[in-house]
């Protein structure tokens, strides 16, 4: 049995992990941890799952890493500064033992969907290919971070795959603007951000050339469509290299 806790228990998606990790055989949930509650039922377990806020995951990555715990991390807000100290840390808290140097695993995951995993993949491909990208993603109006981590790192793939083929920036003529109009640049790339009440998870990548476009678009209508990729990552966390590792694509067999 995989002994597996979960920090934001009480959350849309910590409660829906409990209740997956409940009912999958091969799971053993042994703490359920939220505001106020002790961090310390989470030793002894094999993996924790994180799905609180921006605000607090790194003060959990930083007990868990430091008390050996293996940690899924769904939560989002892992821009590169937030990587580099999560790499930093793990580095820091490596345990010796009469074995062998322990290093825990820390797996983050900016999106746990199969078909949005799939996206961000057809996106980097497709970028290359087009003189203009850029990404709409779309939420519900409950979500306080903009943009969403999904869009953060589909900008950054296909930022790296444009850079690697040579692709010269978008085309753009703008020369005013009301601020934001435009969205928010990163890794070069427009990503514009809508909160909707009715929405849950979107996105579209929108890709331009010479008189075609093509729009790769994905949705999540219920969070249940995360649970299989949060139990496949709780499953193979301890398959991985010791350390980080971000993303799903090395589980799906599309690194
Ligand atoms: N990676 C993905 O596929 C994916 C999918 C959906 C949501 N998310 C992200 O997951 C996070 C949680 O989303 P949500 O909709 O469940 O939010 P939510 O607000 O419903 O739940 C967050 C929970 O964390 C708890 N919490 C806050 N601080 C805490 C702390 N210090 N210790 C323990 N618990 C604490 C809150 O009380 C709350 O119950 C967000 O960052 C969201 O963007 C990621």
Redesign the pocket.
Known sequence: MIKVGV????????SLVSETVRGARDLELVAE???G?SRDDLRGCDVVVD????G?VM??LRWCVRSGLNMVI????FDGARLAEANDLLDNSTRQTPQAAVKPRVLV?????VG?VLMMKFAEQAARFFESAEIVELHHA????AP???AARTAAMIAAARSAAGTGPAPDATATQLEGARGAIVSGVHVHSVRMAGLV?HQEVLLGGHGETLTIRHDSLD?AS?MP?VIMAVRGIASLSPGLTVGLEGLLGLA
């Open positions: 920090l934001g228990a009480k959350g849309r998606m910590g941890v939220d505001v509650d799905f609180t806020s921006p607090v003060d959990n769904g939560t989002s807000g995951v900016p999106n746990f969907s949005a409950g979500k306080v971070d969403s981590g999904t998870a969070r995360f990729g």
